[in-house]
Nanobody
Framework: QVQLQESGGGSVQAGGSTRLTCIVS????????IGWIRQAPGKEREGVAA????????SYTDSVKGRFTISKDNTKNTVYLQMNNLKPEDTAMYYC????????????????????WGQGTQVTVSS
């Protein structure tokens, strides 16, 4: 069973930066897409960024392009999300998941109903 442990985040002022970390354990499959989803109060869950573990292809939702960077360290089974130039609308609970849909090495920023994720980490951006 895959286990995902998120950390990082916290309270940040607009324009600031923070980094999220996701440690993945128990994964036994082949290449997949792992990354981050977020959910703000009263809003639907949103795929933010994903990376294809078999080749490093990256996917970002439009609102974070140029500000967020996803990366991975295979030696540590860890995925990072560097978040720069944060905006109040980035405020949400961020979850790491290894269940992003993918095809041909490209990650799509949505997850199936059976997707699992960690306990989440809160990012709050104040103006």
């Amino acid at each position: 069973q895959v286990q995902l442990q998120e950390s990082g985040g916290g309270s940040v002022q607009a324009g600031g930066s923070t980094r999220l970390t996701c440690i993945v354990s128990g994964y036994r499959g082949s290449s997949n897409c792992i990354g981050w989803i977020r959910q703000a109060p009263g809003k639907e869950r949103e795929g933010v960024a994903a990376i294809y573990t078999g080749g490093g292809s990256l996917s970002y939702t439009d609102s974070v392009k140029g500000r967020f960077t996803i990366s991975k360290d295979n030696t540590k089974n860890t995925v990072y999300l560097q978040m720069n130039n944060l905006k109040p609308e980035d405020t949400a609970m961020y979850y790491c998941t290894a269940d992003f849909v993918f095809s041909g090495g490209t990650c799509f920023l949505f997850v199936p109903d059976f997707a699992s994720w960690g306990q989440g980490t809160q990012v709050t951006v104040s103006s």
